[in-house]
């Protein structure tokens, strides 16, 4: 997997990034409108605290592969991301992983306080829920195929995924995991939303079940590679760099890659494991250098 295609990485995310910051600023002046007040500001806060646009660039990546091609479907990698914005804000309180930087920026709770960052998580989970289904219906995704997709989003945020890895997490702390538990840990907490971002922009795009099934097994492995590179950035990377505090995992005292691997064996993983996921492209003669380029950008990222 070269750097060369991790280049095109980021200038797909740039391209993504143009159609959903759009999308989620329009959110964002709309929350604070409507709620008024503190909460109106921190609900604009999180939302306009803007990251790198992963998960949206892998949803449009999915959605053109499958043949999509109306830019509405910025409107459901917008949700996509609102899922990913409120369990950051939620992960950063006090009673989580007490962090006070985030995105380059304080944390909503340090910036507000923590009653209305707790209140901003919660509120934003049917947010994105309104701009999903807002969007399918711009996009004229069918009834049956649009219940698909929010179940599968809905599915990837809950026990089985983001929600489950969370707590997970949090009980693992100070304990040492083996590599399969800890994998588990990373493909719920942060890998099912990667795979459902690739799922949902198959299926909103049109896909037939073999493509859906090709895209999602690409998602989870990428979606795995994802958090070991997170885990290395967390060991080697500044918190300039990251734009939130380096070197948590070992002051949290968790268990990651690093920890059960070193530093260069968590990249050779992150690396195998992107491969294994062009491996899945290929064996489904599935034509997507915007997915690979992906891939290649999550385990070269510098931050
Ligand atoms: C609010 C109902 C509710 C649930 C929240 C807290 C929680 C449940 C889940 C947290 C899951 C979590 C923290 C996953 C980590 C994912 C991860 C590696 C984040 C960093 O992703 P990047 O690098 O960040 O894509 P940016 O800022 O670029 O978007």
């Not at 007040?37 to 646009?53: D, I, S």
């Not at 799922?199 to 998602?219: M, Q, R």
């Not at 505090?245 to 968790?254: E, H, L, Q, S, V």
Request: glycine content about 10%.
């Amino acid at each position: 997997m070269s750097e060369a295609v991790a280049t095109e990485g980021d200038r797909l995310l740039a391209d993504a990034r143009i159609l959903t910051d759009a999308e989620l600023a329009r959110v964002a002046a709309r929350l604070r409108g409507e709620v008024g007040g503190t909460l109106g500001e921190a609900l604009a806060y999180a939302v306009g605290t803007l990251g790198k646009g992963v998960r949206p660039a892998l949803v449009i990546a999915a959605y053109r592969t499958a043949g999509g091609r109306s830019d509405a479907i910025a409107g459901v990698a917008a949700a996509v991301e609102l899922v990913h914005t409120y369990s950051l804000v939620h992960d950063d309180l006090p009673c989580m992983d007490d962090d006070p930087q985030r995105r380059g920026r304080p944390t909503t709770h340090v910036a507000f306080d923590v009653p209305t960052a707790t209140r901003v998580g919660f509120l934003l989970v049917p947010v994105a829920v309104e701009v999903l289904t807002d969007a399918l219906a711009r996009l004229d995704v069918d009834v049956a195929r649009a219940g698909r997709i929010a179940s599968v989003l809905l599915r990837a945020s809950g026990i089985g995924g983001m929600v489950g890895g969370q707590w997970l997490d949090l009980a693992a702390e100070g304990q040492a995991l083996d590599l399969a538990a800890l994998q588990n840990v990373h493909r719920r907490k942060t890998g099912a939303l990667i795979e459902a971002a690739c799922v949902i922009g198959a299926l909103a795009g049109g896909a037939p079940d073999p493509l859906v099934a090709v895209l999602s097994e690409f998602g989870r492995t990428v979606g795995l590679a994802f958090q070991i590179a997170d885990d290395v950035l967390d060991a080697t990377a500044t918190s300039a760099q990251l734009g939130k505090t380096a070197g948590r995992d070992a002051t949290m005292a968790k268990s990651t890659y690093v920890s059960i691997l070193g530093v260069e064996g968590a990249r050779r993983e992150a690396f195998r494991l992107a491969d294994l996921a062009l491996t899945s492209l290929e064996r489904g003669r599935v034509d997507a250098p915007s997915l690979a380029s992906l891939a290649s950008y999550i385990v070269h990222r510098q931050s």
